[in-house]
């Protein structure tokens, strides 16, 4: 995946992130406490906003996250920050790496682990080791 459509797969988590924990977002990611309450999306998002602060790029990721908290509802703001991830994606091949990585979960079930496209279905199981049997006819 390139990266401007990885960092458009990423944006989501980070201002789910964002979201959740607003101007403080920077000092609550950076600390080693978990957050029990955050829903999957902001735990995740988490992740991902801490691999990122840790890259060459980090002072403006961090002032894209800033920003983004400070002013939620700013279209801009969100624009400003697929273009830092974007930047840190490209100048960094270990942290595409890792950051591809971090998205699929590598098996944990995240969000990106499966695709489904039902149409016109009436029974559908989605997981892991599950069993269907479908008759037709």
């Not at 988490?46 to 060459?56: E, I, K, P, Y």
């Not at 149409?119 to 008759?135: E, K, L, P, R, Y």
């Amino acid at each position: 995946m390139d990266a401007g459509s990885l960092a458009g797969a990423v944006l989501p988590y980070l201002t789910a992130t964002v979201a959740a924990y607003g101007r403080a977002v920077v000092e609550q990611v950076t600390s080693s406490a978990d957050d029990a309450a955050a829903d999957r999306s902001v735990r995740l998002g988490r992740r991902l906003l801490g691999r990122l602060l840790t890259s060459a790029r980090t002072a403006q990721v961090q002032e894209a996250v800033t920003e983004l908290g400070e002013h939620p509802d700013d279209d801009s703001g969100a624009d400003l920050l697929r273009a830092q991830v974007r930047k840190a994606l490209t100048d960094d091949a270990q942290l595409h790496h890792d950051i591809t990585d971090i998205l699929a979960g590598q098996g944990q079930g995240s969000p990106s682990k499966y695709t489904v496209n039902i149409t016109g279905a009436h029974g559908v199981q989605i997981g892991d080791s599950n069993v269907q049997h479908n008759t037709f006819g």
